[in-house]
């Protein structure tokens, strides 16, 4: 079955860095789009970035644009969020999703950026 596991959150300074990976399985991961989103407290869970298949595209929320870079391998079947000069308004979850008919999400990782 499909599944995604997300992993690589934690607490951070401001400032800080992290790197979000997520393991895919139980599809054809490079015939996908891959994308990541967050969902603060309190908040909707938003886009914060895509990459197409081929991981030739990318695009970005304009809140991370700059700072978060997505890239994918296509031989591990993972896809990572490469997050830089943290803020804490980047707190949250962060989930990994495909869309195959319907969007599948994994269970999420907590980033809490915090002095």
């Known amino acids: 079955q499909v599944q995604l596991v997300e992993s690589g959150g934690g607490l951070v300074q401001p400032g800080g860095s992290l790197r979000l990976s997520c393991a895919a399985s139980?599809?054809?991961?490079?015939?996908?789009?891959m994308y990541w989103y967050r969902q603060a407290p309190g908040k909707e869970r938003e886009l914060v970035a895509s990459?197409?298949?081929?991981?030739?595209?990318?695009n970005y929320a304009d809140s991370v644009k700059g700072r978060f870079t997505i890239s994918r391998d296509n031989i591990k079947n993972t896809v990572a969020l490469q997050m830089n000069s943290l803020k804490s308004e980047d707190t949250g979850v962060y989930y990994c999703?495909?869309?195959?008919?319907?969007?599948?999400w994994g269970q999420g990782t907590q980033v809490t950026v915090s002095s």
């Open positions: 990459i197409t298949s081929a991981g030739r595209n990318t």
């Open positions: 999703k495909v869309v195959l008919g319907y969007p599948r």
């Open positions: 139980g599809f054809t991961f490079s015939r996908n789009t």
